[in-house]
């Protein structure tokens, strides 16, 4: 089994910022990469960004480019989404990822709200 723990969402005013962290554990072993997705109201999960765990490169979606950046940390098997100038459409739940060995494994979600 694989658990994926997120925390770090709440509410934020626009132009603010917010850090989400994930955690796997379980078995994790061939771990090839984490990442986020979001789901807003009303619309389909969309891909945020994603990171290889081995060698650290990441992707991200257009729509956070420059905005959001992902990092991770070996030893704690946990990435961090770093989210800044954050705008009332980043609203959504934001789920962490991760595959391993081929498979995809999901947490359950954050919310995050962007509103004054």
């Known amino acids: 089994q694989v658990q994926l723990k997120e925390s770090g969402g709440g509410l934020v005013q626009p132009g603010g910022s917010l850090r989400l962290s994930c955690t796997a554990s379980?078995?994790?072993?061939?771990?090839?990469?984490m990442g986020w997705y979001r789901q807003a109201p009303g619309k389909e999960r969309e891909f945020v960004g994603q990171?290889?765990?081995?060698?650290?490169?990441?992707d991200y979606a257009d729509s956070v480019k420059g905005r959001f950046s992902i990092s991770r940390e070996l030893r704690k098997y946990t990435i961090y989404l770093q989210m800044n100038s954050l705008e009332p459409d980043d609203t959504a739940v934001y789920y962490c990822?991760?595959?391993?060995?081929?498979?995809?494994?999901w947490g359950q979600g954050t919310q995050v709200t962007v509103a004054s």
């Open positions: 379980g078995r994790i072993s061939g771990l090839y990469g």
């Open positions: 990171i290889r765990w081995s060698g650290g490169t990441t």
């Open positions: 990822f991760a595959n391993i060995l081929r498979r995809e494994f």
